[in-house]
């Protein structure tokens, strides 16, 4: 039974999204109409405008869009996994392996794909390093799983700020920043969607089974649901969106906490529904605070960890002193 | 219809020695309550037969089929458990919780259909929740809960019921209803296996019994034969007195 209020809102945060990304494409130091993006995407009128729309508006809301559903997803399925709405990749320590794995490549002095390639090591390493230390000799709780990631997160925090400290004040503005997610170095969105998508697509018939889960192993097990191969799947499936993420737009924090919480706060707990909500509304959020971001204070830009902070704080203290 | 088998089946409870082994069919019609003093282990077997703990020795047969050589969805669709304890982490209504129980028989894609639905009320209304199904789990009452629960065994429809203390935080009336649908669900050919702490309850409904005693030994039979007062006494290392209510025996501390 898909319910109506489920299309309802799956439509609402679709065009949501498309509104977001039209938004980021017109908004900026050039405004443009409608029209004149309609011109431009025809391949008529002022080329300036094409070479704005395609060179460099159009890949980075995407890459953000982007970005911003694989955070939410990542949130989301973790959430379910550890029975916690406080769990999220930068809670549980994951980005922070992925911001140290960057900022080390980054004080080598080494390039771009160094620097991916660096950020994704770290954000396994830390998943794996947060999963094998919380499973220990005893099984997973998930306090202890949640306290584990905390502590990890905490200890990355300080291999960070170490250095930071190391570093030539150069590079420092680009490391902040970063640190702070910033999608201005966001160049190609392609692998970002080329990992959402399918994964997205691979966790859809799994909502269900993830409903079961959320209410505990046990209860899962009699229901049916092979829990530990079902539970390995979404930890990798959860560290490989996070990974993806960071590497394209750096610790954008909030977006994979508030997002999911929210929208279950206003659409319930069906994980079916949930997921591609989040996709969107995860999307749908971090393109417009990045368009807030470039424009706001233009010509300086923000990076958009900071927008997403002001923005998801106060809506998600008012939704949580709202519900039930 | 199924066949619950355990065969030298030996619970492992850690740091604990291997008690007695355990073999005996549940059959269809039966219905079997564990009796046994706190942390005799009733729940540990419980969850051992479910096939969630692996035993320490012997094995657990399903129609023939040992436990570990079945996918855990095929088990699902034949056997439920009712646990003790349960975790409402994220918030659910009552009707999402009870409707949860057909997922065994979904396939990964299918969303629930009338059918489930259709059954989903009815288990509510066998189990008066009929009135809460937009309540949220979590503001209901323990009692309630315990009856969410049983509900949502009873959309399962199994051929075996496995049950932790089903009459938990019931009140008197809710007691007897939970057990009379036990009843019927034997009758109408399922198996039950159930740990109760309530003797009475056990006197009454069940028609086999099996006393777990703390140091791993346990003994099993047809009711009237165990509802020895000398042997329930060692049991539970407390003096009964008995009467007799129209045929059927009342123990009371004493």
Known sequence: ?324 | MAILEASNLVVDIPGRAAGQPFSARILPGQRWGVLGPNGAGKSTLLHTLAGLRPPRSGQVLLDGDCLTQLRRRQLAQKLAVVFQERQDSFPATVRETVLIGRHPFLSPWQRETARDLRLANQAMEALSLGLLGDRLVSTLSGGERQRVAIATALTQQPAIWLADEPTNHLDLHHQVAVMELLHRQAEEGAAVFMCLHDLNLAARWCDHLLLLYPDGELCFGPAETMLVPAALERLYDQKLSVGNINGVPVFVPG
């Open chain 1, 1 to 324: 039974m898909i319910s109506r209020r489920a299309i309802y809102s799956l439509l609402m945060l679709a065009a949501l999204g498309v509104l977001s990304l039209l938004l980021a494409v017109t908004v900026g130091s050039v405004s443009m109409s409608l029209s004149e993006l309609s011109m431009a995407v025809a391949g008529r009128g002022d080329p300036l405008f094409g070479e704005l729309v395609f060179s460099l508006r159009l890949p980075r809301a995407l890459a953000a869009f982007a970005t911003g559903g694989l955070l939410a997803l990542a949130g989301a399925l973790m959430q379910v996994l550890l029975r916690n709405p406080l769990a999220d990749p930068y809670v549980l320590g994951i980005s922070g392996g992925a911001a140290v794995g960057a900022l080390a490549s980054m004080l080598l002095g080494l390039g771009t794909a160094m620097v991916s390639g660096s950020a994704f090591a770290g954000a396994l390493l830390s998943t794996l390093l947060v999963f094998g230390l919380a499973q220990g000799r005893g099984s997973w709780t998930p306090t202890r799983l949640l306290l584990t990631g905390v502590v990890i997160a905490a200890g990355w925090g300080a291999v960070i700020t170490f250095m930071l400290s190391l570093s030539p004040a150069d590079r420092l503005p680009g490391m902040l920043y970063w640190l702070m997610g910033d999608l201005s170095y966001a160049r190609s969105p392609w692998l970002a969607w080329l990992v959402l998508i399918p994964v997205l697509v691979v966790t859809l018939p799994l909502g269900r089974s993830l409903n079961v889960l959320a209410r505990g192993p046990l209860q899962a097990a009699a229901l049916g649901v092979a829990v530990k191969p079902l539970a390995w799947l979404v930890y990798g499936l959860a560290s490989l969106l996070t990974a993806v993420a960071v590497t394209t737009a750096g610790s954008v924090g909030f977006v994979g906490l508030i997002v999911p919480h929210m929208l279950r706060l206003v659409l319930g707990n069906d994980q079916r529904l949930i997921l591609p909500a989040s996709v969107m509304a995860g999307g749908a959020l971090l393109t417009i605070a990045d368009t807030l971001a470039r424009t706001m204070m233009a010509p300086e830009q923000l990076p958009v960890g900071v927008i997403t902070a002001l923005l998801g704080v106060p809506t998600f203290l008012f939704l949580l002193y709202r519900s039930r």
